[in-house]
């Protein structure tokens, strides 16, 4: 009883506050916080919730000032887009290795790039069985065919994003333990992007994965977010003086196998293959015999320094002194190598962590 007594008491006076706008020209409106009051007028009414206002009584007397606040919310939600990894229109890479991405919507026109299997793109156009996208640094068109659109492009998207940390500070320390007592396993740049394995916003620490390393970082230096990847541009490598053909033609050669998978322990360059099978498989090829291990190839070939390096001039990396990872220099700052089981074979920046040195093994 008391509950109804309220209610007829509340729509009572509704109407006397709604029938007194209406003597005095005033117009109903709502404030966009349930909240109904007469424009200019200092008196207003608390309605409660939008299922109060939608009395009958109320809505008989009050129908265009309702509406019109009901109409206005619902705009407003269809206006908010779903961002997923970053991306308001979302398509995805279905492919078994890679799409090509190409600078005109047919096969006959130059490549510019590739997406690796459920790589992401914000599609910006649709036409005659090709999309236009955008993926990291690459803009060009991909065959509709091989792309995930629209509800099917999210679900897959919630399926295989990654959380990763963006390095937020100019060279960023990566520790053996969570704790700024433990050593460093390596340093990366400003803007690397790193694999969490544990961890989430709001933890001191967070491991993440380095090539074959596991490591941590302090989450005060890093940006956390869930990713997919993305497109990888093959810009027109610009190659110094007295750059050999075999050197062009070995990087060629290498990113034939982009986004293939990695094994550890595997020497296939289809199949699967670990940092060091890679790098040994692409210089057989052109006739350099090289050991298996990355710590014996560190051995071959002449030392030099990270500036004087040409492509397919080899880079190394190490974790406590000790070589452990390979990958192929190919110009413009970037390597490429098979980096971990979720990367596959990749394009880095040469400097994404601190080598521990660099050998030239091919003879000019």
């Avoid at 997923?84 to 919507?105: C, D, F, M, Q, S």
């Avoid at 491991?207 to 074959?212: L, R, V």
């Amino acid at each position: 009883m008391e509950k109804c007594s309220i209610f007829r008491a509340f729509v009572f006076s509704a109407l006397v506050v709604i029938s007194s706008a209406a003597c005095t020209g005033e117009v109903l409106a709502n404030n966009g916080s349930g909240v109904l009051f007469t424009a200019g007028a200092a008196s207003k009414m608390e309605t409660g919730t939008f299922d109060m206002v939608s009395s009958n009584v109320i809505m008989s007397v009050a129908t265009a000032g309702v509406s019109d606040a009901v109409n206005e919310a619902s705009l407003k939600a269809e206006q908010i887009d779903e961002t997923i990894a970053g991306y308001k229109n979302l398509g995805v890479a279905v492919v078994e290795n890679h799409l090509n991405v190409r600078t005109e919507p047919n096969e006959e026109s130059e490549l510019v790039g590739k997406m690796t299997r459920n790589a992401g793109c914000e599609i910006l156009d649709i036409a005659d069985g090709w999309a236009h996208i955008k993926s990291g640094k690459c803009d060009g068109y991909v065959n509709l065919e091989y792309l995930l659109t629209g509800e099917e492009a999210k679900t897959r998207a919630r399926q295989v994003m990654t959380l990763m940390a963006t390095v937020t500070t100019t060279t960023l320390f990566v520790r053996m333990e969570p704790s700024t007592e433990s050593g460093v396993l390596t340093m990366v740049p400003i803007e690397e992007e790193l694999e969490v394995l544990e961890g989430e916003e709001g933890d001191p620490w967070v491991k993440i994965a380095i090539d074959e390393d596991e490591g941590y970082v302090s989450t005060e230096f890093v940006t956390l977010s869930e990713q997919l990847d993305k497109a990888v541009t093959m810009k027109e490598l610009r190659y110094g003086e007295g750059v050999s053909d075999v050197r062009i033609s070995l990087v060629n050669y290498s990113k034939q196998f982009l986004g293939n998978p990695y094994v550890w322990g595997g020497t296939s360059l289809t199949k699967g293959c670990d940092c060091s099978g890679y790098v040994m498989q692409i210089f057989k090829k052109y006739n350099i015999r090289l050991p298996r291990t990355s710590r014996e190839q560190a051995r071959c070939g002449t030392k030099i320094s990270a500036s004087e390096a040409k492509p397919g001039d080899l880079f190394f990396y190490g974790k406590g002194g000790t070589v452990n990872h390979v990958a192929i220099y190919i110009g413009g700052g970037q390597v490429i190598n098979a980096s971990n089981p979720r990367s596959g074979i990749k394009i880095s920046n040469a400097f994404y962590r601190t080598p521990y040195a660099v050998r030239r093994v091919i003879k000019d």
